[in-house]
């Protein structure tokens, strides 16, 4: 079940499914998947410090938390070229996500619609895990 918790989020949000069901699975949904996780793994333990103190302390959690961020940003624009190549190709639209209505409404800039859609991800993995981790438990 973890591997399957972002894949109705992805879609809602960047109109374009992971692919984790089908026989292969992509390689970059396996990577952003585990970016997802190693990040809400992290996350946690950088609350309790200041981020100072725990570069000092504890530098390899730091990077790792920084490099799944990396991923998931890395992924976030993706789905934006995606989406602009589609609009400039002009194919017949389709459901292509929130992140690309609010690219065609046009009244935010790409850095907010960026940062909030790939935080929408993170928050959308861990409300979706909250409840599937409860549930497994007798």
Known sequence: LVTLRPTASSYALYGERLGLLE???KPESQ???SA???MLQTTL???FLPPGVMRWVNNRLWQQHLKAWDTIFSHADKCIQNIYQE???GKPRKYSGIMAELL???EL???SI???VTELTAGGVDTVSAPLDRASYP
């Open 109 to 111: 800039p790409l850095d």
């Open 104 to 106: 065609v409404q046009a």
């Open 36 to 38: 997802v996780e190693t």
């Open 114 to 116: 960026k940062a909030n």
């Open 87 to 89: 609009f400039c190709l």
């Open 31 to 33: 990577e952003f998947i």
């Open 45 to 47: 333990p950088l609350l």
């Open 23 to 25: 026989e292969s699975p």
